[in-house]
């Protein structure tokens, strides 16, 4: 510093780690039992953990903990009960004690065990990254720019199917929800997969969030959860990450004409969280869209077979 030879003064602040960095799924263990957290990026340096823990007889343990920015660090805190939880968060690691006990969770990524799922002999493919010949854009206008992997951006106004389908198939999807920590609720990654009836198979980033009935990642919109919303292992995975959807739609036909209402079997990510659940419109014509919430969500490898 002039005026002061040979001395220099730095004064420098830590900086604050990437959103991206911390936000994510930890796994553990606390006196040899396993257990998971879901860290949540809520925005301005404030963060929460979902803390899940199988225990005996099949019940589920949980822990909130709230957490803000301390220099190059995030400090969680449980929110009361009976055993006061704190961990620090730091180099994609989490550590601290639970009742005195000290445990550490580290960052893992689960990959869905259908990602990348080539389309089978007959499917009619969607959407591949090079060939867009069955979609249609809600602005026609608009390009389409698939990133490196294949992959788009839900165009505005959605995106629909050419072909209209009357009977029973198989839809293979692959999505990726956008990191919004400040958003909440419906604002957060929000886009949807609509069926041949007009149902919807919504998609958003609920990873470790609520919101009402049906309108989680997965959920029958507004009006059924995931079978698998609230078990240890739930399905949804963090924004930024690639999940995958696979679902058998199903039919049924009396003198060649659609009857009744559908049903339809979803596996989120390898874990099935609707099982031959019956659909709220009636079976009919229709083709498949992707909806335009606003948000950046983005799509690759999607295709559908035909199964009668």
């Not at 399905?235 to 739609?249: F, G």
Request: include cysteine; charged fraction near 25%; proline fraction near 5%.
């Amino acid at each position: 510093m002039k005026g002061i030879p040979g001395l220099t003064l730095l004064l420098l602040a830590a900086a604050a780690p990437p959103e991206a960095d911390v936000q994510g799924l930890y796994e553990g263990a606390l006196r040899d039992v396993k257990f998971e957290a879901r860290v949540v990026a809520q925005g301005k340096d404030a963060y929460k953990v979902y803390v899940r823990q199988a225990l005996a007889d099949g019940k589920v343990g949980k822990v909130e903990l709230d957490g803000k920015v301390d220099g190059d660090a995030v400090v969680f805190k449980s929110k009361g009960g009976d055993v006061e939880w704190t961990a620090t968060w730091s180099a994609a690691a989490l550590k601290g004690s639970a009742g005195g006990t000290a445990f550490e969770a580290k960052r893992v990524q689960r990959k869905a065990p259908s990602m990348g799922k080539a389309p089978p002999a007959g499917a009619i493919v969607l959407l591949d990254g090079k060939n867009f010949d069955q979609l249609t854009k809600g602005k026609a206008e608009e390009d389409w720019k698939p990133a490196g992997d294949g992959s788009i951006q839900v165009p505005k106004g959605g995106m629909n199917t050419r072909q209209q389908f009357d009977g029973s198939y198989d839809l293979h999807v692959e999505f990726l929800c956008p990191l919004m920590p400040s958003a909440t609720g419906q604002g957060r990654g929000n886009s949807g997969c609509y069926q041949a009836n007009g149902d919807e198979v919504q998609v958003l980033d609920s990873f470790g969030m609520t919101t009402y009935k049906g309108g989680g990642c997965g959920g029958l919109y507004n009006y059924k959860d995931p079978d698998a919303f609230d078990v240890f292992s739930l399905a949804s995975l963090p924004p930024l990450e690639w999940q995958t959807y696979d679902i058998e739609y199903r039919v049924e036909k009396k003198d060649g004409k659609l009857a009744g209402k559908p049903k339809i079997t979803v596996l989120h990510n390898g874990i099935k969280i609707h099982d031959n659940a019956e659909l709220k419109n009636d079976a009919k014509k229709g083709g498949l869209n992707w909806q335009d919430h606003g948000n950046p969500v983005r799509y690759r490898n999607i295709w559908i077979l035909p199964v009668n």
